[in-house]
C-alpha cells in the first residue's frame, strides 16, 4: 500500500476521531510506545470506578504513549517537549519568576561559558588560514580555501592521514571526566580571585551551573554552560552573593581554571606515550544580563534558548545526508577498534557502548543541584494537570473527591505507528500545532512599547 493509500484509509475509517484523539494525548509523536492494556480510575477511600480506559477499544486495539526521545530526528513532537523543558530549566535558574525560582536570581554574577576541545589535525573551515608548508603527506597544513558556511567538506580534515583520530576518541571519552574537574578547579580559582581560602570560600559564594553537550561539524563535542554564583544560607534556597563578588571574579576565575585543569588519559592498547588531555584553546566567556542585551551583553532569553536548541542535537546531524561523511565513518572504526583491543577490565573496554556517540559517555545536559527545576519535576507537574482534570471531570460528573487512584496493568506491544500514513498524519498534525502555539505566542507578545509601558 502507497503512503497515500493508506493516509486515506485511515481519513476514511469509521474511528477515525477516537485515533486522531489518542494521537493527539501523546502529543503526536512520530515513534511511540504501543502498549496493551487498561488502568481504572478509582474513588481512594470508597473504591467506587469513576473511569475505565480499555485499550482494547481503542482503534487498532492499542493505546499509545510518548517515545520521550530528546532527538529531533526521531521524533519532532517529544524533542519539541525536550528542548521546551530544558528553555523553562535554563531560564528559571538565568532569569528567575518561574519555576519556584525568585527573579533575584537575574542579579547574580552569572557568564555564558563556551569550552571547546582541542586540535586533532587541522580541517576544513569558513576561516582561510595561511599556507604553513605541506605535511609528510603532500597535503597542505592548513585549511586554504573559502568554504561556504553549507559547504559539505566543513570539519572534514585537511589530510586524513595526519589526524589524530586516536587523540580525538580518546578526548571525547574522558570529556566527562574533564569538565568534573574542570568545576572542582573553578572553586579552587574563585577563592584565589577574591583573595580567599578554599574554606573560607565556601561559606560565602556557591558555583552553580547548567550545561549542554554540542558536536562541532569535525565530530568534537563542546560545552556550553550557564555559570552562576550564589551566596550561602540556611533560610534561602537562591541567596544573593555578597557584594563584593562580581562577573569579573566569575570571569577570571573560569579563564583560569580552563587553562590549569588537565587530565591523564589511560594508554590506548599498545601505545607508549601516555596523553595530557586539555580544553582547547578556543575559550569563550560572556557576561549574561537580564533580558535585553546591554554594551554587547547577552540575555538570559537569548542563552536559554539557545542552550535548549542544542540540548536536542545529536551525531546524526553531522553525518550528512545518507550518512555520507567518510571522517565520521573514521571516527566511529577508530571507537571500534579501541575498545576491540581492550579486555573485560580495560580503561576502554565500555568505549563500544559509546561507538554510535563518537566516543563520548556523558549526558548531553546536566546542571548543579541548587542551579534550578529538575526535568522531573516539569515532567511531573504535567502530570499532576492531567490528574486534576480527571477530577475536574468526576466532580462534574457528580463525584465530591479531592483525589483519584489510578491503577493500571500496561504490557508493551511494540514501537512506532502501525502504518507510514499513521506516521505521516501524526507528523503533520504535531508540525501544525507547533505552528498554531508559535503563531499565538507571537500574537500575545507584548511588544516592546508594551514592556516598556
Request: aromatic share 8%; glycine share 10%.
Amino acid at each position: 500500500m502507497s503512503l497515500a493509500e493508506s493516509v486515506a484509509a485511515r481519513l476514511r475509517s469509521a474511528d477515525f476521531d477516537n485515533w486522531m484523539a489518542g494521537a493527539a494525548r501523546t502529543g503526536f509523536c512520530t515513534k511511540p510506545v504501543r502498549l496493551a492494556g487498561s488502568s481504572t480510575t478509582l474513588n481512594p477511600h470508597s473504591g467506587e470506578v469513576i473511569r475505565e480506559f480499555l485499550g482494547a477499544t481503542q482503534p487498532d486495539g492499542l493505546t499509545y504513549t510518548r517515545c520521550g526521545n530528546r532527538r529531533a530526528r526521531r521524533c519532532e513532537s517529544c524533542s519539541h517537549e525536550y528542548k521546551g523543558d530544558t528553555w523553562h530549566m535554563i531560564m528559571a535558574g538565568a532569569a528567575g519568576g518561574m519555576k519556584g525560582v525568585p527573579e533575584t536570581v537575574g542579579d547574580h554574577p552569572m557568564a555564558f561559558v563556551t569550552l571547546t576541545a582541542p586540535s586533532f589535525g587541522s580541517v576544513h573551515s569558513t576561516t582561510r588560514s595561511r599556507l604553513r608548508g605541506v605535511c609528510a603527506h603532500g597535503r597542505p597544513r592548513g585549511c586554504t580555501g573559502a568554504h561556504e558556511a553549507d559547504d559539505s567538506v566543513l570539519g572534514d580534515p585537511v589530510c586524513e592521514d595526519c589526524y589524530d583520530y586516536v587523540g580525538h576518541i580518546v578526548w571525547q571519552f574522558h570529556a566527562p571526566e574533564l569538565w568534573r574537574r574542570f568545576t572542582i578547579q573553578l572553586r579552587r580559582s574563585l577563592a584565589r580571585e577574591l583573595g580567599l581560602t578554599q574554606r573560607e570560600a565556601a561559606q560565602i559564594v556557591r558555583v552553580q551551573f547548567a550545561k549542554v553537550a554540542e558536536f562541532q561539524r569535525r565530530g568534537a563535542v563542546h560545552f556550553h554552560a550557564i555559570i552562576r554564583l550564589d551566596g550561602v544560607s540556611e533560610s534561602e534556597q537562591f541567596p544573593p552573593t555578597p557584594a563584593g563578588v562580581t562577573e569579573t571574579h566569575l570571569a577570571n576565575a573560569v579563564r583560569a581554571a580552563a587553562r590549569s585543569v588537565s587530565f591523564e588519559a589511560p594508554l590506548v592498547n599498545g601505545e607508549q606515550t601516555r596523553r595530557i588531555l586539555r580544553w582547547g584553546a578556543q575559550l569563550d566567556v560572556q557576561p549574561i544580563v537580564r533580558r535585553e542585551g546591554l554594551d554587547g551583553a547577552l540575555s538570559d532569553r537569548a542563552v536559554a534558548a539557545y542552550i535548549a536548541k542544542y540540548a536536542t542535537k545529536a551525531t546524526e546531524d553531522l553525518d550528512g545526508a545518507g550518512g555520507l561523511r567518510i571522517h565520521i565513518h573514521r571516527i566511529k572504526a577508530t571507537a571500534q577498534l579501541i575498545a576491540s583491543g581492550e579486555g573485560a577490565d580495560g580503561p576502554y573496554a565500555l568505549l563500544s557502548k559509546w561507538v554510535h556517540m563518537l566516543g563520548f559517555r556523558g549526558h548531553f545536559s546536566s546542571k548543579s543541584r541548587r542551579y534550578s527545576v529538575t526535568l522531573g519535576s516539569l515532567r511531573g507537574a504535567r502530570r499532576r494537570w492531567r490528574l486534576e482534570r480527571v477530577i475536574e471531570r468526576a466532580r462534574a460528573d457528580g463525584h465530591d473527591l479531592e483525589e483519584v487512584l489510578v491503577i493500571g496493568s500496561w504490557s508493551f506491544a511494540g514501537m512506532g505507528r502501525r502504518t507510514d500514513g499513521d506516521r505521516a498524519l501524526a507528523t503533520e498534525a504535531a508540525r501544525a500545532v507547533r505552528e498554531w502555539r508559535d503563531a499565538r505566542r507571537v500574537r500575545f507578545e507584548p511588544t516592546k512599547g508594551e514592556k516598556d509601558a
